[in-house]
């Protein structure tokens, strides 16, 4: 919204005019809510009361551990979701089901559930004007089933497996009876759905087990005749007899080669030591002998006696000489023992060759009987898998049938849920409610009669009353000449400056809106030859004079720059508020280094303009209001400025975006140059203000010149009161 506000000026509500029409028109208020209050007693006490029961239901799995048991004995839990109660929930409100509990409880010769008996004038209305449906056109079962089901609420109680049965009615007792039964009907539902389940099941096993019992023993005989035609005979459990054969024969043709090769190598043994020389001694194969041993006995005897008999005899003694003849005799019986030995050996070698060659045949034979017995085994097993797989199938259906059989009981077979809450008899109705229907209504009578009030005022113009505005100011300036001086409403004071050229134009101001009175102290003189442009009337280098040359530019983005520093930067405050004051939308932000414009109007440590181009918080957060002002602020912030500073060019964008709410917006760059605050607004359209505490500093005219070398030559100048901004609101405010 623009701040410009022409002489036909706006309107304001009255809202005192607004508080007086309604007591004006207090006792017709009054008498309205009675009436209202009055008609809606006696209405709702005339209704017939309304008594309301509920029982619950609790959806689980229920039964005995071997009813349940699946396969490995493992147990099958019930698997319930948000769509599985859900559906619970519709088979309770079913139609069958309903139609049970109507023909149980006899609900069809009570009036209140057959609206043909009870007609009223609203229906019969709705019935002329073809809007609603004439009961007596549907027959009396129908009328009822749709009575109950209007009473009736059926829902799952969240988060849960809980189901609440809600019925109302206008005899406590028959609501109770009716959401009772309906638990009672769905139980047995559930239960007889399970046992209609288990018999069909049970129906269908009976005659897949008989037709199974058949292939089984067909299977199982085309499996023992094929064994008996191919000799597939079984020794054990795995294997055939030409298996078994095979692997016997195998064995022993291992044995006799074990065995011929062992007298082969023995034989060899004897031969070479006979053929060596040796004596007969050093053969293991001889000494094993027992004859060998009992003659190698005899030998170590006789040789013991001659021995002994040397110590006293000579050795042509008979004596000696008949035993050194039975030693001779006996080496030869020696040499014939071992004789005798290796031949046994030989002998035993070519029958162990005999046998092996022997065993070989059969075993090449028993070879050939194996391949073919193998080829066999291939269609032996195929139908072995059938008569298997068969088998197995039928013991499976022996077991399921078995199970179903017990399960035939309905105790055997509860249903999957209990009743956890019986509906009792209610003790009070809980339709109408006297006493908060009467209060509702005349609370809503009054507010709508209060509301009819408002507006009748509003759109007749009674509650309107025009604003005081001010009117467009225009621009004026004119130049100062060297040797005068500006005396403003609220300081005195002089700027001095090296001579401008002629076509340096004046500081454009306005006249305020309030002159201020003038103050007594002396002006300051001029430093330097010439000064800056000022304007005829004194008083419009003031903080006021510079809001209406503001306001009546229509100047939506200021910036502020203070070469004196932390002091003028309050000119931004006091300007913000005087702004605010002539009814304007006014936001600061504070880019000063100090943030001492954001401390003075909200207080310091709070969000600002470095927390935004941080990203740290929001353009909401960031915006505070002034405690003196209807002004807005975003304050320097409290993020690392030289972080913030990478984002600055996104100032433009967040100027641009609070455009729209703001019909002013000010930002207080401090003592930056002219350079830098075009660069951080993108060379956004601007109008400068230039906060002045002391104008015969040398710094004021140098950044004075420096604004009209960058083309600011409209700048505006605004003198700052030293004692800054006051904790109170003007009188403006």
């Given at each position: 919204m623009s701040g410009n506000l022409s002489s036909r000026g706006d309107v304001d509500i009255d809202l005192a005019g607004l508080a007086a029409a309604l007591w004006a028109r207090k006792f017709a208020i009054a008498a309205s809510v009675l009436i209202v209050g009055a008609l809606t007693y006696f209405t709702t006490s005339s209704m017939a009361p309304l008594y309301r029961s509920e029982a619950r239901i609790l959806i689980e799995e229920r039964g005995s551990a071997l009813s349940r048991t699946g396969e490995g004995g493992q147990t099958r839990d019930l698997v319930l979701d948000e769509q599985a109660i859900a559906s619970q929930v519709e088979v309770i409100r079913s139609s069958d089901l309903l139609r049970e509990v109507i023909t149980e409880l006899d609900l069809g010769s009570r009036a209140e559930f057959d609206p043909a008996g009870q007609p009223s004038m609203i229906g019969d209305l709705l019935v002329l004007l073809g809007i609603g449906s004439d009961p007596i056109d549907a027959s009396a079962q129908q009328r009822v089933l749709e009575a109950v089901r209007e009473n009736l609420q059926v829902y799952q109680v969240q988060n849960s497996r809980v189901i609440a049965i809600e019925f109302s009615s206008q005899d406590p007792e028959l609501a109770a009876a009716v959401a009772n039964g309906l638990a009672g009907a769905y139980l047995q539902v559930q239960s007889g759905a399970k046992l209609d389940s288990n018999a069909d099941a049970a129906a269908w096993l009976e005659p897949e087990i008989a037709e199974l019992r058949g292939r089984v023993r067909d299977a199982e005989a085309k499996v023992a005749a094929f064994r008996a035609d191919n000799g597939l005979l079984l020794v054990t459990e795995n294997n055939t007899l030409v298996t078994r054969q095979l692997s016997d024969l195998t064995t022993e043709l291992s044995q006799v080669r074990a065995q011929r090769a062992d007298a082969e190598a023995r034989a060899a043994n004897v031969r070479s030591a006979l053929e060596s020389g040796q004596s007969a001694d050093a053969v293991s194969s001889?000494?094993?002998?027992?004859?060998?041993?009992?003659?190698?006995?005899?030998?170590?005897?006789?040789?013991?006696?001659?021995?002994?008999?040397?110590?006293?005899?000579?050795?042509?003694?008979?004596?000696?000489?008949?035993?050194?003849?039975?030693?001779?005799?006996?080496?030869?019986?020696?040499?014939?023992?071992?004789?005798?030995?290796?031949?046994?050996?030989?002998?035993?070698?070519?029958?162990?060759?005999?046998?092996?060659?022997?065993?070989?045949?059969?075993?090449?034979?028993?070879?050939?009987?194996?391949?073919?017995?193998?080829?066999?085994?291939?269609?032996?097993?195929?139908?072995?898998?059938?008569?298997?797989?068969?088998?197995?199938?039928?013991?499976?259906?022996?077991?399921?049938?078995?199970?179903?059989?017990?399960?035939?009981?309905?105790?055997?077979?509860?249903?999957?849920?209990?009743?956890?809450?019986?509906?009792?008899?209610?003790?009070?109705?809980?339709?109408?409610?006297?006493?908060?229907?009467?209060?509702?209504?005349?609370?809503?009578?009054?507010?709508?009669?209060?509301?009819?009030?408002?507006?009748?005022?509003?759109?007749?113009?009674?509650?309107?009353?025009?604003?005081?505005?001010?009117?467009?100011?225009?621009?004026?300036?004119?130049?100062?000449?060297?040797?005068?001086?500006?005396?403003?409403?609220?300081?005195?004071?002089?700027?001095?400056?090296?001579?401008?050229?002629?076509?340096?134009?004046?500081?454009?101001?306005?006249?305020?809106?309030?002159?201020?009175?003038?103050?007594?102290?002396?002006?300051?003189?001029?430093?330097?030859?010439?000064?800056?442009?000022?304007?005829?009337?004194?008083?419009?280098?003031?903080?006021?004079?510079?809001?209406?040359?503001?306001?009546?530019?229509?100047?939506?983005?200021?910036?502020?720059?203070?070469?004196?520093?932390?002091?003028?930067?309050?000119?931004?405050?006091?300007?913000?508020?005087?702004?605010?004051?002539?009814?304007?939308?006014?936001?600061?932000?504070?880019?000063?280094?100090?943030?001492?414009?954001?401390?003075?109007?909200?207080?310091?440590?709070?969000?600002?303009?470095t927390d935004l181009l941080c990203g740290s918080v929001s353009i909401a957060e960031s915006i505070h209001a002034d405690y003196a002002s209807s002004a807005d602020i975003i304050p320097l912030g409290t993020a690392d400025p030289e972080t913030a500073m990478r984002g600055a060019s996104r100032i433009a964008m967040i100027i641009e975006a609070l455009s729209d709410a703001y019909d002013t917006i000010i930002v207080e760059c401090g003592s930056t140059e002219i350079t830098a605050v075009q660069k951080m607004l993108a060379d956004r359209p601007i109008t400068v203000v230039m906060s002045v505490v002391d104008p015969d500093a040398p710094i004021i005219a140098e950044e004075f010149e420096a604004l009209v070398e960058a083309g600011y030559d409209d700048a505006l100048i605004m003198l700052v009161d030293e004692d800054g901004p006051q904790s109170t609101r003007s009188n403006a405010a």
């Open positions: 001889v000494v094993d002998s027992p004859q060998l041993q009992r003659l190698r006995e005899r030998q170590s005897e006789i040789e013991g006696q001659i021995s002994d008999l040397s110590i006293t005899l000579l050795d042509n003694h008979p004596r000696i000489r008949s035993l050194r003849s039975q030693l001779s005799g006996i080496g030869t019986q020696l040499n014939e023992e071992v004789r005798k030995a290796l031949a046994n050996l030989e002998a035993n070698a070519a029958v162990a060759r005999l046998r092996e060659a022997e065993l070989a045949e059969q075993l090449d034979v028993l070879k050939q009987s194996s391949a073919q017995a193998g080829t066999d085994e291939v269609e032996l097993r195929a139908l072995e898998r059938e008569a298997r797989a068969e088998r197995d199938l039928l013991e499976t259906y022996l077991a399921r049938f078995r199970e179903t059989v017990s399960r035939g009981d309905a105790n055997a077979l509860p249903a999957d849920a209990r009743i956890i809450s019986r509906a009792g008899v209610a003790s009070e109705p809980y339709f109408p409610k006297v006493i908060p229907a009467v209060i509702v209504a005349m609370l809503a009578t009054a507010l709508i009669h209060m509301i009819i009030i408002l507006l009748i005022e509003l759109f007749s113009g009674r509650a309107l009353r025009e604003r005081v505005v001010v009117d467009e100011m225009r621009e004026e300036t004119t130049p100062l000449e060297p040797s005068r001086i500006a005396t403003t409403g609220t300081a005195t004071a002089s700027l001095a400056h090296q001579p401008l050229t002629a076509s340096t134009q004046a500081v454009p101001v306005a006249a305020p809106a309030h002159p201020a009175e003038p103050l007594t102290q002396p002006a300051p003189t001029i430093a330097k030859a010439g000064a800056l442009p000022v304007a005829e009337d004194e008083e419009d280098f003031s903080v006021d004079g510079v809001a209406a040359a503001l306001i009546s530019k229509r100047v939506q983005v200021v910036a502020g720059i203070s070469p004196e520093g932390d002091a003028a930067t309050l000119g931004a405050v006091l300007l913000a508020r005087a702004v605010s004051d002539r009814g304007h939308r006014v936001l600061t932000i504070d880019m000063t280094g100090a943030g001492l414009p954001g401390a003075t109007m909200a207080g310091a440590g709070l969000p600002g303009i």
